[in-house]
């Protein structure tokens, strides 16, 4: 079992920067892939980033790619979440989610491959 707790967010305006955690405790998390997703009011959940076991892969959300970065610390059991260039369309609850499974590229983003989530972040962009 691996229990997530994500923190890091709050209030920015756009153009601006925000660095999210993912503390993870019960087990360690080298050998999952951890992803992060998002889930903006009245909008389902959505892929946002993941990384492979020691960080040997990453992928992104075209909506982010080249502004948000994905990296881990499997010594602090830590996955982090850099957003930079913020748009209010960034706007949403971040969740941190772990998967054990072995991930082939296409299914990162899927939601229902991920076992253990944590209960969210909320990131708030002002145009």
């Known amino acids: 079992q691996v229990q997530l707790v994500e923190s890091g967010g709050g209030l920015v305006q756009a153009g601006g920067s925000l660095r999210l955690s993912c503390a993870a405790s019960g087990s360690t998390i080298s050998r999952y892939v951890m992803g992060w997703f998002r889930q903006a009011p009245g909008k389902e959940r959505e892929f946002v980033a993941a990384?492979?076991?020691?960080?040997?892969?990453?992928w992104y959300a075209d909506s982010v790619k080249g502004r948000f970065t994905i990296s881990r610390d499997d010594a602090k059991n830590m996955v982090y979440l850099q957003m930079n260039s913020l748009k209010h369309e960034d706007t949403a609850r971040y969740y941190c989610?772990?998967?054990?499974?072995?991930?082939?590229?296409?299914?990162?983003?899927?939601?229902?491959?991920?076992?253990?989530w944590g209960q969210g972040t909320q990131v708030t962009v002002s145009s």
């Open positions: 989610a772990a998967s054990q499974r072995l991930l082939l590229a296409a299914s990162v983003s899927h939601l229902n491959e991920y076992e253990y």
């Open positions: 990384i492979r076991r020691r960080g040997a892969s990453t």
